[in-house]
């Protein structure tokens, strides 16, 4: 079946260290979109990437960092910079135009310890 | 700016009640309108996309209604059963150069009592 795949499901980041969250998609989309979801907040997008090696910031970038070398592949490190990083982090996909909408992934909870 | 707006925040009902959740957006030059549902801990499962040239979509007992004109969709899901309880979210989608722009609600929790 094809889908978003985020791992791990659980991560937990000790203060002043950079973490790496996965996203892979085997839907053959074009665009990939990382959210941040905070209790009582809406999704806030954090970067977006419409093509290969190509990538945008979204509206709360600051202390994120992306890359984007394969169509499948879009990782979200989150840097010590981030001072707020504990919250759910989620992944998404659409073909390009968002025509056939967006998929998203089961989501990365981080915690800071 | 779009601002999407989702009412009530909460909803209660008895099962087998019919449920009515809505979303509101300021902007009606939108692509297509998404509604999805998420379980506590969980992402997001897409329940219906709407285009912006249609006014309705059905699934099974979901049914998603939207107007542009005024800025609202509705989502009516029949006969509710307790696991239709989750959080269903509203998304606009805007074409724009730089890239899509898929604005959020803030989300209706819904319970479905026994």
């Known amino acids: 079946d094809g889908g978003i795949t985020q791992s791990p499901k659980y991560l937990f980041r000790k203060e002043g260290q950079n973490v790496t969250l996965s996203c892979e998609q085997n839907?053959?989309?074009?665009?990939m979109y990382w959210y941040r979801q905070d209790p009582g907040q809406g999704l806030r997008l954090i970067y977006y990437?419409?093509?290969?090696?190509?990538?945008q910031k979204g509206d709360i970038a600051e202390g994120y960092s992306v890359s984007r070398e394969k169509k499948e592949s879009f990782p979200l490190t989150v840097t010590s910079a981030q001072k707020n990083p504990t919250a759910f982090y989620l992944c998404?996909?659409?073909?390009?135009?968002?025509?056939?909408?967006?998929?998203f992934g089961s989501g990365t909870r981080l915690t800071v310890v | 700016k779009q601002e999407v707006t989702q009412i009530p925040a909460a909803l209660s009902v008895p099962e087998g009640e019919n449920l009515v959740l809505n979303c509101s957006f300021t902007?009606?030059?939108?692509?297509?309108l998404q509604w999805f549902r998420q379980d506590p801990g969980k992402g997001l499962t897409s329940l219906l996309l709407?285009?912006?040239?249609?006014r309705e979509q059905t699934s099974g007992r979901l049914n998603a209604s939207l107007d542009k004109s005024s800025g609202r969709s509705t989502l009516y899901i029949a006969a509710s059963q307790p696991g239709d309880s989750a959080t269903y979210l509203c998304a606009v989608i805007k074409i724009k150069a730089a890239g899509n722009k898929l604005t959020f609600g803030g989300g209706t929790r819904v319970l479905v009592k026994p």
């Open positions: 990437s419409q093509i290969v090696n190509d990538f």
């Open positions: 902007d009606s030059a939108i692509y297509n």
């Open positions: 998404a996909s659409s073909p390009g135009q968002g025509a056939s909408g967006y998929t």
């Open positions: 709407i285009q912006s040239s249609q």
């Open positions: 839907l053959n989309h074009d665009a």
